[in-house]
């Protein structure tokens, strides 16, 4: 960790920058966006298992659904199961759902795009360069230390907090605007959609008896907790840990807002080719 330390602070003395620009809070915003280029392919990976999801697997899933229902509505007529309507009900409903989940866990497999490493893999992924560059520049950032002679924006040095806590703030806000920003490029119709798909999914869930865990709600629902804990933290840790963890949620949210557009984009183009092929 100390030639790590050491090897930064010798980079930021060799950069040919302007001499207009400081060179530590330069050279840091400068390694944050390399490092989060260099592991833009595990999320470009995760997205790419997402979509086969959604345009393979489910509407594979869709096609079965009639099928299913009508296979087990006949295999509990010949095993002539009796009961109340409500009883009857369950049960269709259940073994149906037995056989798509079996289903679905095999078409996942086959396609290689399992939901939770999708989830999980991307920001994992992100941990150890974060880690070390929080430690390597906390290290950096005690005294004697020449962070301390430069200072950055609202930051009087990068070896102590932010006086007016403008930017552990900021920081919250780019990550509560990272989990949030999907629903800025939808339609008043997409929204919709979604609210009833939600509400669907809990009728669904309700009737079952059985608790579904949505992954990608539970990431959403710990990076609100998060947003509000990193106004708590970085208001206490160093300035160069600061503009290190703002630079990495603004590339993060830029990024989030790009592959989020070009998602929208692409399920408009299908579902407008869905509607015009000849029925």
Known sequence: MQQLGNGFLDLAIALPLPPSLPPYSTTIILVTLLS???????????????R??????????????PLVT???????????IKGDKAFLQETHAKRSMEILDKKREELFAEH?????????IPPLSQLPVFVVMTIALGRLSVDPTPFDSESFLTLSTLAHPDPTMTLPILLGVLTMANVESSNWLMTAAERERMRKAEEANAKRA?????????????VKNG????SIGRIIVAAMTPGS?????????????????TMDWLDIRRRRR??????????
């Open 223 to 226: 990076l609100r907790v998060l």
């Open 52 to 65: 086969r999801i959604e345009e393979v697997v489910m509407p594979k899933i869709e096609e079965l659904k």
């Open 112 to 120: 290689k795009c399992r939901p939770l490493p999708s989830i999980i």
């Open 70 to 80: 009508k296979q087990v509505f006949e295999a509990m007529q010949k095993e002539r």
């Open 241 to 257: 840990i600061t503009l290190y963890w703002l630079t990495s949620a603004a590339f993060g949210l830029l990024q989030t807002w």
């Open 270 to 279: 299908l579902q407008k080719n869905l509607l015009m092929r000849p029925k």
């Open 36 to 50: 989060r280029f260099a592991l833009l392919p595990f999320t470009i990976w995760g997205k790419n298992r997402a």
């Open 206 to 218: 309700a009737e079952s008896g059985v608790t579904s865990i949505r992954p990608q709600s539970v």
